[in-house]
DNA sequence: GTGTTGACGCCTA
DNA sequence: ATAGGCGCCAACA
């Protein structure tokens, strides 16, 4: 088969943000320019939002990508939600504010 | 090809 | 602390 079509091709971006998102251990966070950074393009943060929106993959631990300063961000409309499953993995949330953000904060390999 | 949007980030007033 | 603006990149109309 020949390349006749193109369906979607994802960009290395994407799927690096993607399996970025995947290696989050429980119990700890990413931030969006934190991903965007480690994908290979410091300062996109807002494109890999765009990934989380859109949700090219599913299952993976979206609720765990978060914004910087320890704030949430959103979670299609449901950032109690997001703030819920966050507390069962093990971290504090408070007024949408992710307490020991510094603390759970994954680093990748440190 | 252009313009707009989006689960952002950081700065300044 | 709150508000507003600019910059960044990728997908969609």
């Not at 091709?9 to 320019?33: C, D, H, N």
Request: glycine share 16%; aromatic share 6%; proline share 5%.
């Amino acid at each position: 088969m020949t390349k006749g079509s193109k369906p979607q091709a994802p960009s290395e971006f994407t799927k690096r943000v993607l399996q970025l998102v995947s290696r989050i251990p429980v119990g700890q966070v990413a931030t969006y320019g934190d991903l965007a950074e480690k994908a290979g393009r410091p300062g996109a943060a807002r494109a890999v939002g765009r990934l989380m929106a859109t949700g090219s993959r599913r299952g993976l631990p979206y609720h765990r990508v978060v914004a910087a300063s320890g704030r949430l961000g959103g979670y299609g409309g449901s950032e109690a939600l997001k703030a819920g499953l966050l507390a069962a993995e093990g971290l504090t949330v408070r007024r949408g504010r992710i307490l020991d953000f510094g603390r759970c904060r994954w680093r990748g390999q440190s």
